[in-house]
């Protein structure tokens, strides 16, 4: 047996009873291969000792983990999940709308595990080079599918119960977040070849309960040398999430390459407070600066709207 299944029941039952900490009781193994029989696969080992050691269905990211009756829906048709869901994990930050994939809802090799409101949802792939991984899909094409960077369905799940027991500020970033404390994340957002994983890093400091004052120091220096927009956009994020120093450092990514980075940080560097928005003289002249070198109208709409908020 994994011995996560057991820290994992212990970190069950270390919940505050707030929390409703209740999972259905666990499949058997008959049930499973039944399961698997009908559609010609066999389901992740960690998932499956998950749903014979643990439980199935119940608590859980967001509306809680499905049944074993809503694992297949339109995300998933009847007859495909012994075919192959085609996306490589970590390959690069997936961008823009689900439309520049190759395929379309279903998705096939997936069942769904959480059903996370509105059009999208957590997938467990079953079959394909992502087997054992869960990946975020909105099933309108919103966005491009995206995996979680845990490498299986216990570390996901037990990600999950770190979360909650160490009051991460929010769970509603779970699934572009990773475990891990601020010397473990830091050295991720650093020194990690995968984009995927840096970015992930980057938005774990966004509701980090306990990170230390020279984080923000850190974050700009990341900021400076990271090659990916998608990883300094979430860096940006990260900046401002640290509070009013944070939020000076900002005026960095002013020059950005990127126009959408550099109206990013124009906006981020105004404060929103119970008596208004609020921009502090030092970054209001440095908005003020740049707005009459900046060339991109979209961006000089961004930083006119930041000096208009206050």
Same mark, same amino acid.
Do not use: C, N
């Given at each position: 047996?994994?011995?996560?299944? #057991?820290?994992?029941? #212990?970190? *069950?039952?270390? *919940?505050?009873? #707030?929390?409703?900490?209740? *999972? +259905?009781?666990?499949?058997?193994?008959?049930?499973?291969?039944? @399961?698997?029989? &009908?559609?010609?696969?066999? *389901?992740?080992?960690? @998932?499956?000792? @998950?749903? !014979?050691?643990?439980?199935?269905?119940?608590? +859980?990211? !967001?509306?809680?983990?499905?049944?074993?009756?809503?694992?297949?829906?339109?995300? !998933? +048709?009847? +007859?495909?999940?012994?075919? &192959?869901?085609?996306?490589?994990?970590?390959?690069?930050?997936?961008q823009g709308p689900a439309g520049h994939c190759k395929f379309t809802v279903p998705f096939p090799g997936t069942i769904t595990v959480v059903y996370r409101g509105c059009s999208d949802f957590t997938l467990l792939v079953v079959t394909g080079p992502g087997r054992g991984r869960l990946v975020e899909v909105n099933d309108e094409g919103f966005f491009a599918p995206r995996f979680h960077t845990d490498s299986d369905f216990l570390s996901w799940y037990e990600r999950w119960l770190d979360f909650v027991l160490t009051g991460h500020r929010g769970l509603t970033r779970f699934a572009d977040q990773m475990s891990g404390n601020e010397a473990q994340l830091v050295a991720t957002l650093l020194d990690d070849e995968l984009p995927t994983r840096r970015r992930a890093a980057a938005y774990t400091f966004i509701t980090h309960p306990a990170l230390s004052i020279d984080l923000p120091g850190t974050l700009l220096q990341a900021l400076t040398t990271e090659t990916h927009p998608a990883v300094r956009e979430a860096i940006l994020r990260a900046l401002a999430a640290q509070g009013e120093h944070g939020r000076d450092l900002l005026a960095t990514a002013l020059t950005d390459p990127v126009p959408g980075i550099r109206s990013l940080a124009a906006i981020l560097m105004t404060t929103r407070t119970p008596q208004g928005w609020r921009l502090p003289a030092q970054r209001r002249e440095a908005l003020s600066q740049h707005l009459a070198d900046e060339t991109d109208d979209s961006v000089r709409d961004s930083i006119q709207r930041a000096l208009n908020l206050t």
């Open positions: 047996m994994d011995v996560r299944i #057991t820290r994992i029941q #212990t970190k *069950l039952a270390a *919940l505050p009873a #707030t929390e409703k900490a209740v *999972l +259905g009781p666990p499949l058997t193994e008959a049930q499973i291969l039944d @399961f698997e029989d &009908s559609h010609g696969v066999r *389901l992740p080992e960690e @998932f499956r000792q @998950f749903l !014979t050691r643990i439980g199935h269905g119940g608590y +859980g990211p !967001t509306y809680g983990l499905l049944p074993m009756e809503r694992w297949l829906g339109r995300q !998933t +048709g009847m +007859g495909q999940l012994a075919e &192959s869901f085609p996306i490589v994990p970590d390959l690069d930050v997936p």
